[in-house]
């Protein structure tokens, strides 16, 4: 029986996905999508685990690429392009209206502060396990039994919804749960599955 379920955050409820920003990035730089993002991942775990600011991740990321616009521009776009995912807000608050909710996400400690100011949805997730302040990401198996010993449940207790597949798989291998996002019409009709009707 499902007792908790585990929201990411990018992804499901924002655009912070690098997948989204990047694509606006690819303008400033002779560089392939596919080298965009193999650089970004393969540079920001340091960042994504609170080892390292936003801005020394994106000196680094700008020397790796070499980009024809200043880290100021990066960021201003990268910020400018997070906005709320239709439909799953209106899921949330028929969830919790008979579950216990959590939440699971990568993010870095700058653009944390950010949709912690500009978003309330925040309020309903009581428990909630960050990569930047844990020291692990996804799809590290450390993070999922980070939030399993703080929701203190077993993991066929748990239903986790992301919007990535390598993040998802660790969490059945776990065997917990999952549903991997595509949108809120999605969502709804995959949760039916888990006799959750929203």
């Known amino acids: 029986m499902i007792k908790v379920i585990i929201f990411?955050?990018?992804?499901v409820f924002v655009t912070t996905s690098s997948s989204i920003f990047l694509?606006?990035?690819?303008?400033?730089?002779?560089?392939?999508?596919?080298?965009?993002?193999k650089a970004y991942w393969y540079?920001?775990?340091p960042l994504d685990t609170g080892k390292e600011a936003e801005i020394n991740f994106y000196?680094?990321?700008?020397?790796k690429i070499k980009f024809n616009c200043s880290?100021?521009?990066?960021?201003?776009?990268r910020y400018s392009k997070i906005k709320r995912i239709p439909g799953t807000g209106g899921i949330l608050r028929k969830v919790i209206k008979k579950y216990k909710v959590a939440m699971m996400n990568n993010e870095y400690k700058e653009c944390m502060k950010f949709l912690l100011k500009k978003y309330p949805y925040f309020k309903y997730f009581k428990k909630r396990v960050t990569s930047c302040e844990v020291g692990f990401r996804k799809p590290e198996s450390q993070i999922y039994k980070i939030m399993l010993k703080k929701l203190g449940v077993k993991p066929e207790e748990c239903l986790f919804i992301d919007d990535l597949k390598d993040n998802t798989k660790t969490a059945r291998k776990l065997g917990i749960n999952t549903?991997?996002?595509?949108?809120?019409?999605?969502?709804?009709d995959n949760l039916k599955k888990f006799?959750?009707?929203?």
């Open 8 to 11: 990411d955050n990018g992804g």
């Open 23 to 37: 694509l606006s990035f690819k303008k400033f730089t002779g560089a392939s999508l596919s080298e965009l993002r």
């Open 43 to 45: 540079l920001s775990k």
């Open 59 to 63: 000196r680094k990321f700008t020397k």
């Open 71 to 77: 880290i100021k521009e990066l960021l201003k776009i």
């Open 179 to 188: 549903i991997t996002f595509r949108n809120a019409k999605q969502l709804k």
């Open 195 to 198: 006799g959750i009707f929203v």
